[in-house]
């Protein structure tokens, strides 16, 4: 199983195919845990602007704010789903990151 929020595979990280004709690439989209994450100094001494959002989470549906009802079902898939690769990874016998 596989969840993805966008309609393409990659994370926040992107290469455009098809703008300019060759491969872009557009960097990360947005960068995560700002208080711990390295890359938000090094954004910071090299130039790029840093925006920061509001702490509070938001889930949406399309473009419409999640229902309670579909916030919990997340929730109950994403742990699930965490659950499921933690038991994979632990009969595969891999090492501990």
Known sequence: MLI????R?????????HTF???YDMGCHWLNYGNLNPW????????????RVPEEYRL???KMKATPEE??????TYDQVTEEIGRIAEKKNYPEC
Do not use: L, M, S
């Open 4 to 7: 993805e929020a966008q309609n």
């Open 9 to 17: 595979i990659g994370g926040r990280a992107y290469t455009d195919h």
């Open 71 to 76: 916030y919990t079902a997340y929730e109950v």
């Open 21 to 23: 004709g060759v491969p």
């Open 40 to 51: 938000i100094d090094y954004g910071k001494t090299n130039g790029f602007a840093i925006d």
């Open 60 to 62: 949406f549906v399309g």
